[in-house]
């Protein structure tokens, strides 16, 4: 089974997200409590052709993401009070675990294959890696919503210096510019 350049299977969970009330106050936590660095902040994402539940989405957040080991964490902070998947699962229950992220490399295959198993497609992007991302609705049966996160375009370049980063952090320089 091919890895990511990050080591965990391309067609695995690559990925644990959460949302976060503030998004710089909980890197701060998760680097003191947790050794988790350096971060990689995105400080206002829209996506490019963003939909929310089949609708134009101007939802905006702040993304934050660093590494434990091969697992790639991302921090999520809402900008605004417009409709998204994240204020979606903060008002069903509040801050904390949202999402697994996994990895394809037949985006469209697998959107539709989540959709036959009764998934719905509550979130649409195109991302700053070239690539698309797809939120599933898999919470009747999941702790969360399944991101499918497309391999391919500059994902590699990306996340491969983000994970070479968090070899051997020492904690200096904490917080770095995602792009």
């Not at 417009?82 to 037949?106: K, L, N, Q, W």
């Amino acid at each position: 089974m091919p890895l990511t350049v990050f080591g965990q299977p391309q067609d695995g969970v690559i990925q644990s997200a959460f949302v976060v009330q503030d998004v710089r106050a909980s890197m701060t936590e998760w680097i003191d409590k947790l050794k988790i660095g350096p971060w990689f902040l995105l400080p206002e994402f829209t996506g490019v052709d963003a939909l929310y539940h089949g609708k134009p989405s101007t939802a905006t957040v702040s993304i934050a993401m660093a590494f434990a080991g091969h697992m790639w964490i991302e921090l999520i902070q809402p900008l605004d009070d417009e409709p998204s998947v994240y204020r979606d699962i903060i008002r069903r229950r509040g801050y904390g675990f949202h999402h697994f992220g996994m990895g394809t490399a037949d985006f469209d295959r697998d959107v539709e294959r989540y959709k036959a198993a009764g998934a719905e497609l509550a979130f649409f992007a195109r991302v700053p890696s070239g690539g698309r991302v797809a939120y599933m609705d898999t919470s009747a049966t999941l702790p969360g919503m399944t991101e499918l996160i497309e391999l391919g375009a500059s994902f590699d370049s990306v996340f491969s210096r983000m994970y070479r980063a968090s070899i051997g952090w020492d904690g200096s320089d904490p917080l770095r510019s995602f792009m």
